[in-house]
């Protein structure tokens, strides 16, 4: 399973920018895609997630000015951001977990899987 991100770039402060992910490869179930952000010297922060392509959470930094969705294949993940401010500038990483076949279901044998980042900056 491989997960390649686009989408980052350079946006004045207030400015909207688009994240897609593509996933690729063959999983037997997804049930949490989500988007994190990390800056250097700090965690690796979760900002927008959706629980088995439905239910969406926001970090309360970002509620209200970011949308996560997904399409009808779960193939791609977007992060629409709007309102952008210089404190969203960071690496954005996507990221989902499931499960590779059926027994892995049964088992519990979870997995998690990530992009390679795509720088986001915003100026003020």
């Known amino acids: 399973v491989q997960l390649q991100a686009s989408g980052g770039g350079l946006v004045q402060a207030g400015g909207s920018l688009r994240l897609s992910c593509e996933i690729s490869?063959?999983?037997?179930?997804?049930?949490?895609m989500a988007w994190y952000r990390q800056t250097p010297g700090q965690q690796r922060e979760n900002v927008a997630s959706?629980?088995?392509?439905?239910?969406?959470n926001y970090a309360r930094t970002v509620k209200d000015r970011f949308t996560i969705s997904t399409n009808s294949a779960k193939n791609m993940v977007y992060l629409q951001m709007n309102n952008l401010k210089p404190d969203d500038s960071a690496v954005y990483y996507c990221?989902?977990?499931?499960?590779?076949?059926?027994?892995?279901?049964?088992?519990?044998?979870?997995?998690?899987?990530w992009g390679q980042g795509t720088q986001v900056t915003v100026s003020s």
């Open positions: 990221n989902i977990g499931g499960f590779s076949q059926k027994e892995d279901v049964l088992s519990g044998r979870h997995q998690t899987y």
């Open positions: 490869g063959n999983l037997y179930s997804i049930n949490v």
């Open positions: 959706i629980t088995s392509g439905v239910i969406p």
